[in-house]
């Protein structure tokens, strides 16, 4: 019996072959093919008899073949198939290319349906080029040749008119039995069409608007239950106990005054609201988002010390070590006078830090300081006692070993999905059943539909203001003419005592012919990348070599070094040590500087290949500099001549802002091509919606209404059911 679950392995007619191909869509089961949508539509509406047809045509004719043949061209080793077609108005050539089964199909004497385009040659006039074929069936409407046709995302191997046949094949098998998924009134309210219509309709419209209506109706549905889901997760963590952590106001006060420079009003606003929400005993959910150098750390760290002051613990969560250790020691540097111990695990190498007040950094076993944050019971008061306040470090933090006495605050610093996972694994970890806050800080701006779908579960503060006296930084694209100046720019600069940053693509290598895709992770909603992934062979080559180069050759005078991934440990440290304390001009550096580095003496960004990165990942890189009161400079070095990657350079020429790039890039990209967006299965009907902030909002509105009504959809099983399949999907990814 054919079901909608039927795996298409047990489909008649789909080998391995298929079936891998079919894999790699995401499709294994019937109900996958019929929700693998077409993403436009031919029009073949347009039957007209042999003797009308005009040159650059589009349309369908029927007639009878007079003769057809398939032959071998000489010059091109291409099979072509050449046919005649009459009708009693008049005849036709049609001509194919590279389908050498067809003369097995299409013989002398049959009918047949065509439906494409004429083309002109001087051998043949006018004649029909590669059409869509059918033999006529008196039981069935046509599928390839007449009305409507739907052309599916080409994916190799897999033609639109294999899945149209099969699709066709299996919806009438089913014969309108698909049960519907959508509750009756919101069917009602909506004016939807009911799934049965809507799927052959998507499939095979009678007209472009019922197949609109039935993608507007699978658009909302889609988001419907993943609203349905983040609405629902945030109610049951609101059902969730946390430690209420009193707002210390004298503390804070003292620390504010302690800073070196004046909180801006969204600093202050920020951190306020972290504060107020720490007070609740239900888990904070908050994410501060902030453009890069928008002084996102100073609010961690006041939500930081005032979990300390209450007695527990923060853990500290960066994307890599190199930021990690930068987190410790800004931590540590500003919270100096409070009496608070600070930790730092990073996993690469075995080595503990701890720094004490006003003490330099000591250095334990990693078994003391797991003592350290686990906490002993005191036998006199029967109390817990932690030696550690705040626990700063990579992905090295989850890990079964490391248990926290009293950990009340995670911070995530530029994860991705913000760090409600990383709770949820600390919180196994620690047997925890009091969830601790979560503040989770990001430059990457996420549009605001997205903000309200996917991460709807979060509180969202904004920091927009940027520190008082930073300048606008000049950013200039360079063509191979202009390197030279761009060095002698550099120079004064240096002259001036500030600093430069060098990128390097991931390829830049000349020797090597072939070229390794550069992986674009400027994903706007996608994860960040995790810079320390991202040191393939070839990255560590450039970057050897444009060190070389410019330590040798052009600023032989200057002190140059280089970074990346590869290196070791201490030796990464000691040489962003050595660039913060001034004491080199020049860091030529892979992308492991991409996120969060705070360098506030450096003036100058160059990026060699700029092409090869992506809109955000570059306005990462940018952001590294422009950190102070100087005059900072941008430069996109590019040799590239596509139109588009201009574009992309240009959009950062012309823009400052993150949130402003992310629309560009996504107008710039199109729908269906964010990067990142297969990671976060989010498909391209779903990213073409969430452009709809009035369908989000809808979506949104209706979601929460029925959680109202019936807040564990009771009533509503085949949702229960749908979101049940929604979190073993998110759960595998
Ligand atoms: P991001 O938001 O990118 O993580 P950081 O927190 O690293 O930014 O801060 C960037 C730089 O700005 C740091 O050097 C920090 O000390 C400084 N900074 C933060 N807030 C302010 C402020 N209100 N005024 C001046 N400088 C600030
Ligand atoms: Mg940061």
Known sequence: ?????????????????????????????????????????????????????????????????????????????????????????????????????????????????????????????????????????????????????????????????????????????????????????????????????????????????????????????????????????????????????????????????????????????????????????????????????????????????????????????????????????????????????????????????????????????????????????????????????????????????????????????????????????????????IIPHLLSMTATPIPRTLALTVYGDLDLSLIIQMPKGRKKIITEIIGPEKREKTYQFIRKEVKKKRQVFVICPRIENKKKKKLESSEDSSAIIGPLPQAEDFNGWSEVKAVEEEYEKLSKNVFPDLKVAMLHGKMKSKEKEKIMKDFKNKKTDILVSTSVVEVGIDIPNATVMMIEGAERFGLAQLHQFRGRVGRAKYQSYCFLLTTSPDQLNRRRLKALVDFDSGFELAEKDLEIRGPGDLSGNRQWGIPDLMMDSLRDLKLVEKTRETAKAILQEDPELKKYPVLQNKLKMFREKIHLE
């Open 1 to 433: 019996m054919l079901t909608l679950f039927t795996p298409i392995e047990e489909l008649f007619g789909i080998g391995p072959t298929l079936r891998r191909r079919l894999k790699k869509l995401g499709v294994k089961t019937v109900n996958d093919l019929f929700f693998h949508f077409p993403h436009r539509y031919e029009d073949f509406s347009n039957l007209i008899p042999i003797g009308e047809v005009k040159l650059n045509q589009t349309c369908s004719v029927r007639g009878k073949i007079l003769e057809i043949e398939s032959q071998r061209t000489w010059k091109r080793r291409m099979i072509v198939t050449t046919a005649i077609i009459q009708d009693n108005s008049g005849a036709i050539q049609v001509t194919w290319f590279n389908q050498p089964y067809l003369t097995k199909i299409l013989k002398k004497d049959d009918e047949v349906l065509l439906s494409g385009k004429t083309a002109f040659s001087k051998k043949e006039g006018i004649y029909l080029s590669n059409p869509q074929y059918e033999k006529p069936d008196p039981e069935k409407t046509p599928t390839h040749t007449s009305g409507l046709i739907s052309v599916y995302p080409e994916t190799e191997g897999l033609s639109s008119r294999w899945l149209r046949s099969i699709i066709k094949r299996l919806l009438l098998q089913l014969n309108n039995k698909l049960p519907e998924t959508l509750p009756p009134q919101i069917l009602k309210e909506n004016e939807f069409l009911p799934i049965n219509k809507a799927i052959w309709q998507i499939h095979f419209p009678d007209s472009l608007k019922l197949a609109e209506a039935a993608k507007k109706r699978f658009s909302f549905e889609e988001l419907f239950y993943i609203e349905l889901f983040v609405l629902r997760e945030r109610l049951k963590l609101a059902k969730e106990k946390a430690v209420s952590i009193p707002v210390k106001l004298d503390t804070i006060k003292d620390f504010v005054e302690s800073l070196p420079f004046n909180l801006t009003d969204d600093q202050r606003k920020s951190a306020w609201q972290v504060l107020k929400d720490m007070e609740k005993s239900r888990p904070m959910n908050r994410l501060l988002q902030g453009d890069v150098g928008s002084g996102k750390t100073v609010v961690a760290a006041i939500a930081t010390l005032n979990v300390a002051k209450a007695g527990y613990q923060t853990a500290f969560m960066a994307p890599t070590e190199i930021l990690a250790k930068q987190h410790f020691k800004t931590v540590f540097d500003v919270l100096k006078d409070f009496n608070l111990s600070v930790g730092l695990m990073t996993g690469k190498e075995d080595k503990i830090y701890s720094r004490k007040l006003k003490n330099d950094t000591i250095e334990v076993s990693r078994n003391k300081l797991l003592k350290m944050i686990k906490g002993e019971i005191n036998p006199y008061t029967k109390k817990l006692n932690t030696k550690l306040n705040i626990l700063i470090g990579t992905h090295a933090l989850i890990q079964d070993k490391v248990k926290f006495g009293k950990l009340a605050l995670v911070v995530v610093d530029e994860q991705h999905r913000f760090g409600v996972e990383q709770r949820a694994k600390l919180c196994a970890q620690n047997n925890q059943r």
